[in-house]
């Protein structure tokens, strides 16, 4: 069986390691970024094996694009959103936070639900996944738009399954929630940092189970489960 993928973001990172491991599983993907010359790279490394688009997921033609790309690949399996957009933003620089919403809500809402629409209008079982964040817990003061967005998407996604099921559609979803991941956008004094191929390991094992929640290592399952229990009256005077 020829199972195919679409990989949202996968030029750089966690997605582009994520790629890797699923051809080397036999997967089929097709890979969406802005950055054309990494696109092409990667279709020469897995001749046959990858496919490519340029989409940017902000942009108008995002959703155009992404048919595109689904139609080169000759459908899809499993959708998996890897694009996103983070800094610390203490000064509240406004062109910082409205790109941080642009990218995680709007490209967030406009790419999983083309894909939601694709899977039930072809009337097949899927997979969607998205790279959300442990950070989607609790509002944390360096990164708010950021830490909103993730939290956004947490419950865009429980929307989401909950209405696949309402229609009785065979369409699973896995939220994807690492920590801090040694990317371009962390910086390097981060505590408790991972390897993007530690991670993507991690998430290609959680997607064949089908987790509905994949939080990538321990240490943060166990950091998200005492930010819970922090009462908000408390939360908000901790120094960060």
Known sequence: MNRKAIVIGGTSGIGKEVVHILVREGWTVGVAGRREGLLRELEEAHPGRV?????????????????LLIDKLGGMDLFLLSSGYGNQNRSLDREIEERTVQTNVMGFMVMVDAAFRWFREHGCKGHIAAITSVAG?????PSASYSATKRFQWTYLQALSQL?????????????????????????????????????????????????????????????????????????????
């Open 51 to 67: 496919v490519a688009e340029v989409i940017d997921v902000t942009e108008d033609d995002a959703e155009n694009c992404l048919s």
């Open 137 to 141: 817990c609790k509002g944390l003061a």
């Open 164 to 240: 696949a099921r309402s229609e009785r559609l065979a369409i699973s979803f896995s939220d994807i929630r690492p920590g801090f991941v040694s990317t371009d956008f962390i910086h390097h004094d981060y505590p408790m940092q991972m390897r993007p191929d530690y991670v993507a390991e991690h998430i290609v094992r959680g997607l064949s189970r089908r987790r509905r929640v994949i939080v990538v290592d321990w240490r943060y399952s166990i950091l998200c489960l005492i930010w819970r229990l922090i009462p908000d009256c408390l939360w908000e005077r901790i120094k960060v």
